[in-house]
């Protein structure tokens, strides 16, 4: 059955895996990050098969609440350092656990996590002993899709993939 084969929620950082981890500022200290509308699709696969995404960042900005509003994220974290914890907690809340999560990261701050989920991935360009540590490398970069590169292939290996494709007359 494909629904026991998809995780009950999906986690994500932010800098490093829907931008390219840059920090852009002007002249008069405004901040800007740049994301990939391609991500966009992996949070739409999602809300079709019902399972909820999740933000948990170190950052906090308000470019970051207004993608996840846009998007209409369920959970949006910022300013986290220890992401497990928050993780753990919503997972509670839920009443699932950590191995029915999937989670991509790229980083330091996401090795907890990656190590206690049941599926965690990492961006290209995210550093080797990252990409080392987890159990899927998407072959898209930080900042262009690597998002939806994680959801396509988490939908992929539970045969889900062409079903929500066919919802966009494909396939």
Same mark, same amino acid.
Request: with cysteine.
């Given at each position: 059955?494909?629904?026991?084969?998809?995780?009950?929620?999906?986690?994500?950082?932010?800098?490093?895996?829907?931008?390219?981890?840059?920090?852009y500022y002007d002249?008069?200290?405004?901040?800007?990050?740049?994301?990939?509308?391609?991500?966009?699709?992996?949070?739409?696969?999602?809300?079709?098969?019902?399972?909820?995404?999740?933000?948990?960042?170190?950052?906090?900005?308000?470019?970051?609440?207004?993608?996840?509003?846009?998007?209409?994220?369920?959970?949006?974290?910022?300013?986290?350092?220890?992401?497990?914890?928050?993780?753990?907690?919503?997972?509670?809340?839920?009443?699932?656990?950590?191995?029915?999560?999937?989670?991509?990261?790229?980083?330091?701050g996401d090795v907890?996590?990656? @190590?206690?989920? $049941?599926?965690? +991935?990492?961006? *290209?360009?995210?550093? %080797?002993?990252?990409?080392?540590?987890?159990?899927?490398? &998407?072959? @898209?970069?930080? $900042?262009?899709? +690597?998002?939806? *590169?994680?959801?396509? %292939?988490?939908?992929?290996?539970?045969?889900?993939?062409? &079903?929500?494709?066919?919802?966009?007359?494909?396939?």
């Amino acid at each position: 059955m494909i629904e026991q084969l998809l995780p009950k929620l999906v986690l994500t950082d932010i800098d490093g895996v829907w931008t390219d981890a840059g920090m852009y500022y002007d002249q008069t200290g405004n901040e800007w990050k740049k994301f990939s509308t391609s991500d966009s699709a992996g949070v739409l696969f999602c809300k079709h098969l019902s399972i909820p995404v999740g933000i948990i960042t170190g950052e906090d900005t308000a470019i970051v609440q207004r993608r996840a509003e846009k998007l209409k994220i369920d959970y949006l974290f910022q300013g986290i350092q220890d992401k497990l914890s928050v993780a753990t907690e919503l997972c509670k809340d839920l009443n699932i656990d950590l191995s029915e999560v999937a989670y991509i990261g790229d980083d330091l701050g996401d090795v907890a996590l990656l @190590k206690a989920v $049941g599926f965690s +991935a990492a961006p *290209a360009n995210a550093p %080797e002993y990252i990409r080392n540590m987890v159990h899927f490398t &998407t072959q @898209k970069s930080g $900042g262009d899709g +690597a998002f939806r *590169a994680f959801i396509e %292939e988490i939908l992929q290996r539970a045969g889900a993939l062409s &079903t929500v494709l066919s919802h966009y007359h494909i396939g």
